[in-house]
C-alpha cells in the first residue's frame, strides 16, 4: 500500500512536503517503481504532477516547474513533494502512484494509489 502524508492548509506563497511511504504489500521492488505525484481538484481530472524514477530522472507538469520538487529514498521506501510558492490553483487532492509503464503522464497505467492528502491554499 501507499500512503500519503502531509497535506494541510496553507496560504498562497507558502510551502508543503508531502510524503509517501510504499509498503512491501505494494508488490515487487521499490526502486524498480516509477512514483509519480497526481492531483485532483473537486469536479476535475487527476492530473499529472510530476515522476521520479530510481534512475533520476524526473519529470514534470508545467504549470509546477520550477515550484515543485519531487524526490525519493529507496532505502527508506519513500518519496516527496517538496511544493514551494503555492498558488490557489495548486488546490486539490494529491496523490501518490507506482507504475512500471512509460505511460507516466497518464494515470491510468499506475498500478497502486495512495488514499490522498489534500492541500488547500487560500488567497
Known amino acids: 500500500q501507499l500512503q500519503a502524508s502531509g497535506g494541510g492548509l496553507v496560504q498562497s506563497g507558502g510551502s508543503l512536503r508531502l510524503s509517501c511511504a510504499a509498503s512491501?504489500?505494494?508488490?515487487?521492488?521499490?526502486?524498480?517503481?516509477?512514483m509519480g505525484w497526481f492531483r485532483q481538484a473537486p469536479g476535475k481530472n487527476r492530473d499529472f504532477v510530476a515522476i521520479?524514477?530510481?534512475?533520476?530522472?524526473?519529470a514534470y507538469a508545467d504549470s509546477v516547474k520550477g515550484r515543485f520538487t519531487i524526490s525519493r529514498d529507496n532505502a527508506k521506501n519513500m518519496v516527496y513533494l517538496q511544493m514551494n510558492t503555492l498558488k490557489p490553483e495548486d488546490t486539490a487532492v494529491y496523490y501518490c502512484?507506482?507504475?512500471?509503464?512509460?505511460?507516466?503522464?497518464?494515470?491510468?497505467?499506475?498500478?497502486?494509489w495512495g488514499q490522498g492528502t489534500l492541500v488547500t491554499v487560500s488567497s
Open positions: 521520479r524514477r530510481s534512475s533520476g530522472f524526473t
Open positions: 512491501a504489500a505494494s508488490g515487487g521492488t521499490f526502486s524498480s517503481y516509477t
Open positions: 502512484g507506482v507504475t512500471r509503464s512509460i505511460y507516466y503522464r497518464d494515470y491510468q497505467s499506475y498500478s497502486y
